[in-house]
């Protein structure tokens, strides 16, 4: 199915019918009214009635006709052309070569709109410049007015056209959008349901599993793995589906920090960023894990949550240690061990972020947030 035949593209096109039917019937009053008003210029009078007849005729049938998608064949709209095209044909003889005004008139504006809309611009440039073509081909004498109607023919045509496929290019994206939206909700209702439920059950497996030892431990492992893999694939990171040129998936970044004694969550869907603040984002994080493994210990769990807004993401990292003593940080930066300070809080500050640590007999956390507007200019550092 092409992008023109989907449904959202069929039902911009059918709208568009629809208002060319009032159109059509606008145009058919105006130009049977001037038919019956000026019989006295057709030779014979009788003419004038042949004529409006098949233009009440043929505009009650395209309108029938173009109400169906099924029925917007080339032939159709090249029959709606033709019978305007020979409308115009057939003025000299009805009306004598020295006429003033065409037969069918602005009725001939129906044919042009429907060759814009169903073949867009490319159809109401080729519409347009046959109409011009004939109409002034048949003139013996060419004023402004007529000019300026032949130019109006020419260059509305594809004006129409190109609107319509532009239109029709928005309902597509739009569709598309709903659909991604859709399916990130899905995934991130999954997601929920997946960590409120299987993720804790293959946690406390592998926490238990250790404890117990022998086929406990390798059961441990085993739900460890498990857990990490489940969790990959509930973030959506699939073969193929990797970040625009020149980005990274911060979330999937993030995920590569997963271990047995630490647990990483984030969105569903990707967040991207560029490669430079990505990298020191990991950077500043993976200084925070080195820390609890240092200070806490090795088995000590620790948490890292990234959550992504429009214009910043926030990163925690958390453990549940016996906390930083008051004073700690400044004196460990006075004798010059500035792994809290360069580490971790000057890759942040130098993202334009902030870096906050919260530590008390509960444990530490390390929040930090990261802007995702201007971040371009840093990654080339």
């Known amino acids: 199915m092409s992008a023109w035949t989907s449904p959202a593209a069929i039902e911009v096109e059918n709208r568009l019918f629809r208002a060319l039917a009032v159109l059509r019937v606008v145009v058919l009053v105006n130009a049977v009214g001037l038919t019956v008003y000026r019989a006295g210029n057709f030779d014979p009078p009788s003419a ?17 006709a173009y109400a169906a998608p099924s029925r917007r064949t080339a032939v159709l709209v090249g029959a709606d052309l033709a019978i305007a095209l020979g409308l115009l044909l057939v003025t000299p003889l009805v009306k004598g070569p020295g006429f003033q ?8 504006s129906g044919a042009l709109l429907a060759c814009a ?40 045509g594809p004006v129409v056209g190109y609107m319509c496929e532009s239109v029709q290019r928005m309902a597509l994206e739009r569709d598309e959008a709903e659909r991604a939206a859709a399916r990130a909700e899905e995934r991130a209702r999954l997601a929920r349901a997946v960590h409120d439920g299987v993720l804790q059950v293959l946690a406390l497996v592998q926490r238990r599993g250790g404890d117990l030892g022998g086929d406990g431990a390798e059961l441990g492992r085993l739900a460890g793995e498990q857990e990490r893999e489940l969790r990959a ?14 980005m990274v998936d911060l979330a999937a970044a993030l995920a590569e920090l997963e271990t047995a004694t630490v647990t990483v969550s984030g969105p569903a869907t990707a967040v991207e960023m560029p490669a430079h603040p990505a990298e020191e984002i990991v950077a500043a994080t993976r200084a925070a894990l080195d820390n ?17 807004f429009p214009d910043h993401v ?3 990292v958390r453990d549940e240690g016996p906390g930083i003593p008051d004073g700690r940080v400044a ?39 990261v802007p995702r507007m201007g971040l371009d200019r840093l990654d080339h550092r």
Request: charged share 20%; net charge neutral; proline share 2%.
């Open 314 to 316: 926030e990163i925690s």
């Open 233 to 246: 694939l509930v973030r959506g990171e699939q073969p193929g589906r990797g970040p625009a040129a020149g």
């Open 117 to 156: 809309i169903h073949y867009r611009w490319i159809g109401g440039l080729l519409a347009g410049v046959a109409l011009a073509a004939v109409d002034l081909g048949l003139r013996q004498e060419i004023d402004q007015s007529i000019y300026g109607n032949a130019f109006l023919l020419v260059i509305g």
């Open 48 to 64: 004038a009635l042949v004529c409006a007849l098949v233009m009440v005729s043929w505009t009650a049938f395209a309108v029938w």
């Open 292 to 308: 609890v493994r240092r200070h806490v210990g090795e088995d000590a769990r620790a948490w890292v949550l990234l959550q992504a």
């Open 101 to 108: 005004a065409s037969v069918p008139g602005f009725w001939v």
């Open 331 to 369: 004196t460990a930066e006075k004798d010059g061990r500035l792994g809290i300070a360069g580490s971790i809080k000057g890759r942040i500050l130098d993202l334009g972020g902030t870096a906050e640590l919260i530590t008390g007999r509960t444990g530490t956390e390390w929040e930090m947030v």
